[in-house]
């Protein structure tokens, strides 16, 4: 029996609500809170018990130390943007209250997303008896724990790593993002990074492509290589690996318009001067798209995220491949959500679950795959996201079509 505080009520917090609404044997009082509070009370007005809400601007650290106390949390759930997750760890350690979120920080005038800000609070978590775990979601999150499920269970060391993110999925809409548009297209339009030989080597955004073919008839997509921030994390714990790759599909359609809004200047994150008043370009075209927990009811197909892992088994070379696939339409009919924020919203409910059963409780600071990954893979196929294993050949490479 405990007691949980969700911030933020957006895509992935009205699926983390549900879900935390759902097992009441696990979360037995639960608090909504974020910086418009009607969107709180419409999202409890979903569920099938009672929950409470509340306004709190997660920037001001006194604010929600109040509500914190107030509300006697146990636990946070932080599922509002990555600019507050300092704040929110601030608060926590104040409040003597554990911590959780799914994307690491990023200061909001430079678009540079890495862990050492969060790394950072390793002894004062410690010092203070409390857990912080960090990207609990799905990639990063349930890609982590993938990795690290794989490499313990079927291999004596790993080398290679791709995670594969397949959105096959249609909103209806010209130009949308799944996730906080603003993080997405910082994200997107970064340069690309990945693992190589002992060290991070830079490369064009979009500039290598590849064709995919998903399993389970979801289809054949072009996958583009990124940064994504589990490259950073991943290539520290398991230092066997020797490359590691992030990709993620994109339609033609999404590209263009993307591109287009970097020609003239849209996704810029420096501030200008509009009319006597000083507007940031990427959140004025942030506040014009349609917010992610919006798509649900239109959205059609489904996501195939996994991680395809090589690497050494008795002197034998393996290729392992492990993913999840998701229904759109299924995770709305659940929760009222697209698969994207269900993707991300359940494994933040699993980790949740684990650290407040003590499963998963030590005081620190720590990546997901820092723990042991059986009993969140065991959770994943109880909770909504089940997933398969299968063994390639072990001449299998990616299909590059542009490099
Ligand atoms: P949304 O934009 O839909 O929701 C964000 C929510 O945070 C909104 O309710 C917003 O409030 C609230 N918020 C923003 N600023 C503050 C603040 N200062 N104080 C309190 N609340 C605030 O985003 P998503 O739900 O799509 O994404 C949520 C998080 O999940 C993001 O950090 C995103 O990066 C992460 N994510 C992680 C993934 C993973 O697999 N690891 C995948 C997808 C997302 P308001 O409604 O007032 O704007």
Redesign the pocket.
Known sequence: MSRVMI???????GVVAHKCAQMSEVFSEIVLA???ES?CKAIAAQLSRPIRTAQ????NVHALITLLQKEKSELVIN????Y?DLTIMDACLEAGVHYLD??NYEPIDTAKFEYRWQWDYQQRFMDAGLTALL?S?????ATNVFTAYIAKHYFDEIYELDIIDVNGGDHGHPFATN??PE?NIREVSAECRHWENGQFVTTNAMSKKARYTCPDDVGTFNIYRMYHEELESLSKHFPSLKRAQFWMSFSDSYLRHLQVLENVGMTSIAPVEYQGQSIVPIQFLAHLLP???TLGPHTKGKTCIGCIVRGLKEGKEKVIYIYNISDHQACYEEVQSQA??Y??GVPAVIGAKLMLEGTWRKPGVWNIEQCDPDPFMEDMNHYGLPWKVVELDPNFQLDIVES
């Not at 911030?7 to 917090?13: E, H, Q, R, S, Y």
């Not at 709190?56 to 920037?59: G, K, W």
């Not at 979601?137 to 999150?141: E, H, K, S």
Request: hydrophobic residues 35%; without cysteine; proline residues 8%.
């Open positions: 911030i933020g009520a957006g895509g992935v917090g974020s910086r418009t969107k709190v601007d997660a920037n599922v509002a943007l990555p507050q799914t994307a990207g979601g799905f990639d990063p999150g996730f906080n993080i917010e992610p927990s994207v924020s993707t991300t």
